[in-house]
């Protein structure tokens, strides 16, 4: 089992910055595939940035530029850094991790923090 917390949502203005936390605690997330998730008032969970156990990131087309993913594997934490943000960025932004062993999929979602943007 892993637990997942996430933390660095709020308010910010358009053009703004923020910087999502995920800490993991109950397994070792060097193991999985970190990403992070959105889901905006109204519309289905979206995936915005994945990392794999080596450190390679992909990006949904609307954040390219703009967002970086990272981990620190030693702090069991994964980072979203968000700048220039916009409008349509605001969404409930939610930390998932995800591997194979076996054929069985070890999927875990965090609770969620929201990222509010607006003037």
């Known amino acids: 089992q892993v637990q997942l917390v996430e933390s660095g949502g709020g308010l910010v203005q358009p053009g703004g910055s923020l910087r999502l936390s995920c800490g993991a605690s109950?397994?070792?997330?060097?193991?999985?595939?970190m990403g992070w998730y959105r889901q905006a008032p109204g519309k289905q969970r979206e995936l915005v940035a994945t990392?794999?156990?080596?450190?390679?990131?992909n990006y949904v087309d609307s954040v390219k530029g703009r967002f970086t993913i990272s981990r620190d594997n030693a702090k069991n934490t994964v980072y979203l850094q968000m700048n220039s943000l916009k409008p349509e960025d605001t969404a409930v932004y939610y930390c998932?991790?995800?591997?194979?062993?076996?054929?069985?999929?070890?999927?875990?979602w965090g609770q969620g923090t929201q990222v509010t943007v607006s003037s």
């Open positions: 998932n991790a995800d591997r194979y062993q076996l054929a069985i999929r070890y999927n875990y």
């Open positions: 109950g397994s070792d997330i060097s193991r999985y595939v």
């Open positions: 990392i794999t156990r080596g450190g390679s990131a």
